[in-house]
């Protein structure tokens, strides 16, 4: 069986690392399987869902490298649906209902103050077309339920929690269409997965009881459930949940604002909440080849967004000249290797190329001093060599050492108490700025 999974967002918000972790995990099974990606656009919200949003998305997957095989939008596909939905109805599985959110509300509540679960008590099922014609000539429209099958059992072997087994007469029959004739996700998304060949569903654990009822919605409509994986959910480094106000932010300002690299998120998402120790990727091929859903926690994932600002220094201090020339200006090898190890963020080049090229404001606290070091400066043209023979002449003369000789010559040099190895900025400083600055 060759794999088929999907990712399928709602372009009504812009995507962020709850989002991105389905995304990766899916992505990775597939790429590990040899199989299809599909990206899905969950679109029937058409009042919320805009253009912009699915730009972004598709923007943010593939800066982070999530390219997919195959790609469809749900608002294409109404017809679809609405052929399904015919269908389930002269099956009897779809029924009309009148409640009022206010009315299924109180229900719930009676239900939960005598002890019993808030299960919907199929009222619509029972009613006559007297009833249903007094309702609609009150001006309500029915919203439309599946009719589960009951009593029954949904079991399935889960590839991260095991076996699953739910009592589907403690689940609502489930609403499939509202009162206004939209889609809610349920329906599109099983006839979907059906008709593109879907053959693993891989989500949080908040699905598991929404994923029994899809498996009785594919028995309906002719399909084979997929496989099924449900990794536990993700909450901050406390357990609290997911939000800007505590660092997590959308993939574009992660992107954007933060100046994160992408595998600095790839790297942290793709380990968080398996047994996998977290680590600095400069690519995706080891976690490819590593993926494997027996690795994943039965556990909350905890993310820590403080782990990205390590993971993408590390990044950086891996990469490559090649790998980032083409997003650098001005900037050759000789100068990125100089600068590398000191980067948190790329943008970080910029800095220390205004701090070689200058104007810097130096940092004198003792002019005679500088000035007794510029005068031991070696003649020539400055080289690699020249900043070991300089400290060691100054130390020589002087009779300094340590952080007394070191700290005054960078801070004169680049107005930094810290910085690159001044062995290898040196060079780059040249011969004239660098008496320019010591001159203050």
Known sequence: MSVKVRFAPSPTGKLHVGN???????????????????????????????????DAIRA????????????FRQSDRFERYNEVVEQLKKA?????CYETADELDMKRKIQMSRGKPPVYDRSGLTLTDDERSKFEAEGRAPHWRFKLDVPARVEWEDLIR????????????????????????????????????????????????????????????????????????????????????????????????????????????????????????????????????GKFSRST????????????????????????????????????????????????????KAIVDGPVTPIIEDPA????VRNLLPDGDITTETWSAWTNCIKNELGVKGKALFMPLRQALTGQNHGPDMGVLLPLIGREKVLERLAG
């Open 60 to 71: 943010d997957l593939t800066w982070l490298g999530l390219k997919w095989d195959e790609t």
């Open 20 to 54: 991105i972790r389905a995304a990766l995990v899916n992505w990775l099974y597939a790429k590990q399987q040899g199989g299809t990606f599909v990206l899905r656009i969950d679109d029937t919200d058409r009042e919320r869902s805009t253009q912009e949003n699915e």
């Open 301 to 352: 994932a905890k993310l820590d967004p403080a782990d990205l600002d390590m993971l993408n220094a590390k990044i950086l201090h891996a990469l490559p000249y090649e790998a980032v020339k083409d997003r650098l200006q001005g900037v050759d090898q000789t100068f990125w290797q100089a600068i590398q190890p000191n980067l948190s963020k790329i943008a970080d080049v910029n800095a220390w």
């Open 369 to 372: 001093h500088i000035a007794n």
């Open 162 to 293: 095991g076996t699953v087994s739910i009592d589907m007469e403690s689940v609502s029959d489930p609403i499939l269409i509202r009162g206004d004739g939209s889609f809610l996700y349920t329906l599109p998304s099983v006839v979907d997965d059906v008709d593109y060949g879907i053959t693993h569903i891989v989500r949080g654990e908040d699905h598991v009881t929404n994923s029994a009822v899809q498996v009785q919605i594919f028995e309906a409509v002719g399909g084979k459930s997929p496989e099924m994986a449900h990794f536990a959910l993700m909450t901050g480094k406390g357990g609290e949940g997911l939000s800007k106000r505590h660092g997590a932010m959308s993939i574009g300002e992660y992107r954007d604002e933060a100046g994160l690299e992408a595998m600095s998120i790839v790297s942290l998402i793709a380990r968080v909440g398996t047994s996998e120790p977290i680590e600095a990727f400069t690519s995706v091929e080891p976690l490819i080849a590593g993926f494997d859903f």
């Open 92 to 96: 009897g599985r779809l029924y009309p």
